[in-house]
């Protein structure tokens, strides 16, 4: 028996035990529990003190345990107890086993509500926290229909502002209401960056350097970069290069933009924005004028610069105005503004940095590139010639990044999303102008053509939708004037596919000076070749093809170019025969049409005329069959026996290519091969085109502006 009471008292000491591993592993369960549930301490309060008196009691177990062992070594010592003692208190031990497994599993139970409560706590933690973000979402909203509500009552403000200073039209308000333009769009033109040239690009290095350093490395003089500053000045636009921010002389001088010694010259020049105090009145250039405060060669050398930079700038409202506007607003008169640009009234009062040439500001301007690297226009300074429009390229390189040295169009860097819309309309009303106009074909149907008045260039509409150069959805847009004009020209360019004609003649002159194409006609009219030269060379395009239209590329008949103003009457008189050379020259007693070869050996055409037919039109690829206009080599006309032994003789020698014409561009005496061979591409039209230079006179000025243009 005594062995059994051991067993069991082995038994319950293992089942204590156990039962205080699970205490403890529940202790350690409920201290977690007690860390996680820090936020429901207020709602746990009376389950925490309900377990800290079971754990009392459970240590009262043990203790009593701890009792009933030493009871046990008294019983084992003392072997006289009784065995029904024994008994009773093993029931005892008994019962208390089973109240500490009820207790155990009592506090089963409370865990497990303990987790279900610490879930609902959760979920409700998290229920509040999707309702915090929604009321931060709310909140957000408000915010930004204030800021909306805000921003409206500004716009509202500025559109009031420009009204009463007849600043907006009727069909800028219509725009804005149908959202085909925004608020600052329409703001950009009046308060926005003036578009003052800011420092010098180095075409060699392609970095970009302030006025004052290009003239201290030996670029340009300093009293030239001391005018480009002042036109900063006057505009309001002294820059940093290095961060493209634009800053009062004050600013400029604590930054160390500019030196101390130009403050005074540079704070006079900055009253043209801020206004010129007089009698208690801020007046404007033009008014400061009138009041003989500002000297006039001045004053009209800085509105100058403000025209052509945007605008003429009210000293009241700190805005630009238009030219046409600034004259209704008193900021200038017509008188003023026409002779603007008029070298007596107003003398070119700037120098431009490569040639030393005087110019006008916007002259420079329409040179400059526009650098993306800091939103600035730097004048190119190089042997390159960047900014030279040339008939080989359908566009000048216009922007640049200075940061890594990349050059592109306008057209390019607006369609890489470098340029906004209005930089680019800006940079390409620099290079061309484009304008359009209704003319009706021989058919008499309508056409509508779109020209370029400063480089010559001419794109039919109704061409470009048949040739699929221009969608007609492009087309419907650029009417309600969703796209400019320059837009439309520049989609055409980008999809034409211009093939040089290798049997073209001379088809018209290319403008080294003003960058322009001219018709030979003009090309004599303008004073750039002699009539002799204009001549010969339309005798060329009579009979090989027609007159070369410059323009567009067609080939027109002479009663055609006529009415286009490619020829004169008596230049029209004086191509018949040519024409007829190409057209063939028909037998008047066999009916049959000869070739010019053919016909000069017949006596049916002027020798002198048809051998300068004959020399053209090889020189240009061969001889023209006038029934099919295939060209023929002078191998396969000998070969063919076309043309007897004296023509053979005759066009064989080297003497035949007389120096007939003169070079429109070094004026010296040429042959039709050499002009050929001096000729260039058009990439617009594919046809040849002959620079050409106009000799202003004598005198230093014109032999320097000679030399400059022929190097170029």
Known sequence: MTGSLKQEIYALQNDKKATERKVENLNDKLSELSVTLQRTKDELATETKETQVKESKILQLETELQKHKLTIKEIISSSDKSGSNIQNENAILRREKVEVLEKNISLGSEVRTLKEKLQRTQTEAEQKQRENSALQMKSQQKEEQLEKCKKMLEDNTSIQDLIKFKLLDEEVLRKLEMGLITMEEVLAQYVGKPTAVAGVYVESSKKKISFLEAAEKGFLAKTYAVEFLEAQAATGSLTDLATGQTHSVVEALERGIIETSLQDKLIEAE??????????????????????ILDRYKGKKILEVQVSTGGLINPEIGVRVPASIAVDQGLLNKETLQGLYDPVSNPKGFHNPDTGQKAYYSEILKTCLYDIDGCVFLFPFGDRHLANTSPTSSHRVSVVSSSCGIEMSAYEAFKGKHIDKRTYLFLSQQESEWQEKSIVDASGSPLHIIADVKSGRQLCLESALSQRFLETSELDSFRLGLLSVYEIADLIFSRMVVVEDVNSPIAGLWDVTRRKRLSVLQGFQQGLTDRTTALRLLEAQACTGGICDPFSGEKVLVSEALKRGL???????????????????????????????????????????????????LLTGGLINPENHDRVSLEEVIQSGLVDKVTVSVLKDEKFHTKSLTC??????????????????????????????????????STFHYVWAYRQ
């Open 271 to 292: 009253k043209a924005v801020s206004g010129y105090i007089h009698a208690g009145k801020k007046l404007s250039v033009f008014q400061a004028i009138e009041e003989r």
């Open 567 to 617: 020829v004169d009457e008596a230049l029209s008189q004086q191509l018949q025969q040519f024409e007829q050379a190409f057209k063939g020259v028909v037998h008047p007693k066999t009916a049959k049409t000869l070739s010019i070869s053919q016909a000069v050996q017949e006596n049916l055409f002027p020798k002198d005329a048809g051998f300068r037919c004959i020399e053209f039109q």
């Open 664 to 701: 429109p561009k070094t004026k010296r005496r040429i042959t039709f091969r050499e002009a050929l061979e001096r000729s260039v591409y058009d990439c617009h039209t594919g046809l040849r085109l002959l620079e050409a230079t106009k000799v202003l006179g004598f005198g230093a000025k």
